[in-house]
């Protein structure tokens, strides 16, 4: 399953960046999604989830009050807006999604996009 993530790229501090992830393969209504980010010589750490209706989201605190997930189930895609971007934000973001059930800030995800950079200068 291939989940094409986009919208990355280097923004200064303080800017803000949209994400996107669309697929053909999968019925996004059917998952929840989410992103997660890995930075250099980090683990991979959960950003945000959303449910499938989209009614309802979780964040990591880091990102929290910056960052908006969304969803668009007629066009299968999923959004991370990123605002008061910080130079810790740098990393790259990867889309995801997986079952229905549990909680979104313990989101396992199944299937994973291959990633887009996002780099925020000081």
């Known amino acids: 399953v291939q989940l094409q993530a986009s919208g990355g790229g280097l923004v200064q501090a303080g800017g803000s960046l949209r994400l996107s992830c669309a697929t053909s393969e999968l019925r996004f209504s059917a998952y929840v999604l989410g992103w997660f980010r890995q930075a250099p010589g980090r683990e991979r750490e959960f950003v945000a989830s959303?449910?499938?209706?989209?009614?309802?989201?979780a964040y990591s605190a880091s990102v929290k009050g910056r960052f908006t997930i969304s969803r668009d189930n007629d066009k299968n895609t999923v959004y991370l807006q990123m605002d008061s971007l910080k130079s810790e934000d740098t990393a790259v973001y990867y889309c995801t999604a997986g079952p229905r059930g549990g909680s979104l800030t313990s989101f396992r995800p199944k299937y994973w996009g291959q990633g887009t950079q996002v780099t925020v200068s000081s």
């Open positions: 959303v449910s499938w209706s989209g009614d309802n989201t």
